[in-house]
């Protein structure tokens, strides 16, 4: 069978026969090595042709490959420590072009208490980086994809659209250079994350590096349950979302859940989850209450105008295009 | 300036600049998370189009991938502990080939102690898979590129000219399926590596993944010096070198230095020369002292026609291959 016909989780679900369940399950590799933490790993590959809009300044390219493997410690409520990239470059590409690129990266690194510890150069046709993301954890505060139960609160923090906004505006041509700030210049929630996390009541997270729907998409398939979410006019709804749809005519949820936005999505014990938010008001954590897990497969988006969107369907995947329908975000 | 103009370690002295030297300096980055170890890491991307010849089978490429990288940790006297793979494929490749590859990736890992910790999966146009290392050295054990000085022995593990008969093999169309074992299933020296560690007289070490050629002058331009090199009947040619250059009409000294061979490269303070090789011969350590530090800048190789062979001036290295003459070996 073809790649294009298996979709970019069906093949991660095949390599997780060879490589054994721990390797595909969540965001980072998590090793122990002694003492009370853990040590995270995570890489996440950047290719130009399919990652980076030809807005893209290489500053930005290489901001970019690093806040995504930072994203993936966030989740897991991990500390950088170090980043590696192996990157390709064409060789026609000019020196001030990778040295930006490395500048971006350095930057991001730095905003965020970690250093650039190495990586590998090498000559090939297209812009590639494979980032490594190089963390710890403190065993009491390391969150996973599994553990969610029906129940569950679920949470997200920041907003929900940064992503699909940004690609709605560069398929329409508008206002391209915000665009391309919104789309790379993403802000890795490593602080957050660990505010959260060292509350010790959460029972799952993942970033959504691929969008809302995917995420719990991935969540939903790994904890056998599913979803409610209500989007009523608490939802945080990424602000210029509806101004976009509305200049475009389009309908917000045909691309908010689908962009990548690198926030956490959270679920809490129903039980802990009114201390949660009061500890969290008063602590001013930019989260919000957007559902609960359910039993079941469904991962259901209750409108306020009664309907209920299937969010099962569509998302942005690799690899797996045909049926993808509204949700088929690419650059 | 163009990357072609630059040669590879010119982007990587550039890079250097800016991520800090440390960055650049070693196989591995190097990182002390607490107690008595270091944790190492290193990443090596493989290009289909670049590294691999089309007589490889999937199984081939995925050990390879894998062995690059322990390679890099057994430079350090490290212990493997884990991989992450960020690999690249083509829409149009088959399912099955995708778990030849990943099989080959959890056997050469399972082989060396270590195991498969994750990955990511990603489309793109050429099949590109960016290893990622994971692997720990007691610091009594740590062995580093920085530290040979004039008057040290210069050692090399097994032999050398595996790589470089191999690509006169291909290139000649001659003994492939022979050739492309000789050059992808290769054997990280790990064991090897931590019993001369283990020893504590070490002064410097790297790998011959660029050929000796290529290890010599980075380890000479890192710690400003020189080496003079004896090739003489005791020299540890790769057996099949003189059969393919006597078949193929070539001096070996053409092609033996310039192909990825992954032994390790290793200087000993010359005091302790002497009780090193009465240790190494009692535990059959396949070394061999094949040379000296020496001041200056010169790598010399001095045949044993009386003919001195400057090894700086050719070498496998990216980007750059218009001034290479015939240490030019590309698949």
Known sequence: MKLEQMGERGIIRKL?????????????????VGGSYYMLFTTDTVNQKEHIPFTATPWQIGYYACAVNLSDIAAKGGEPQGLLFATTYPKEMDMECVLEIARGMADC?????????GGDTKEGEN?????VGIG?????MLMRRRGAKPGD??????TVGRGGTAFVKLQHGYEQKNATKELLEITPRITLARQIARLGVV????????????????LGELNSVGFQIVWDEKFPVYPDALRVASKF???PSDFIFYGGDYE?????DGSFSDEFEKKARKKKFPVTRIGRVTQGKSIALKQANGRTLDLTRYGYEHFHRKSQGPGKLKI
Do not use: K, N, W
């Not at 609160?153 to 920041?158: E, F, K, Q």
């Open 249 to 251: 005519g389009i309908d």
């Open 136 to 140: 710890r954890v403190h065993r009491s």
């Open 153 to 158: 609160a679920v949470y997200i923090t920041g």
């Open 16 to 32: 997780g026969e060879i490589f054994g369940e721990r390797a595909i399950e969540d965001d980072c590799a998590i090793l122990h």
């Open 264 to 268: 956490i999505l959270f679920t809490i």
């Open 203 to 218: 029972t799952s997270a993942i970033d959504t590096s691929d969008g809302m729907a995917a995420a719990l998409q991935q």
């Open 109 to 117: 690194a730095g905003m965020y208490g970690a250093a650039v510890l």
């Open 127 to 131: 812009l590639t980086i494979a980032g």
